[in-house]
């Protein structure tokens, strides 16, 4: 997973877990709450998928989002903005890991204690502790796989646009 958030600013995990919370609370709300245990196999089947290094830098990374848009907004304040940045950091250290709640649950809600249970042991697994490995270097391979194939078909495209636009006499 590491190498795919290199593709993933943190204004999109933002956007992305803010375009998920309405959907989720109202999911969250027609099922029942999930127990203690299960709760505790989603943090650990997150903990050997090395969830945290989706939003280790999470707080940091939007502090400095939004002090950008701050500056854009305020260029007479740019000096004091850059200060406050690393404070206002400080200040809300450790708030990355409501991330890994929110995961926790969702995982939870999606499995029910016995499959999180049986998922657990499927990870501590020789095949899944390779799919572990292995996962993050395939997801890695095939978002090359659609970027390349979405740069080449992007051109189809544009070709038949392009066309398209000649018989319409209009050449681009």
Known sequence: MKSVLKFLPAATLAVGLALSAAPAAAQQAAAPKPSPAAIASAKEILSMKNATAMYANAVPGMVEKVKATLIGQNLNYQKDLNELAPVVAQQLAGREKEIGE???QAYAAQFNEQELKDLVTFYKSPLGKKLIEAEPRAIDQSMRVMNSWAQSFSETI??????EMKKRGKEM
């Open 102 to 104: 929110g995961m926790a």
């Open 158 to 163: 544009a070709s038949a646009f392009r066309a």
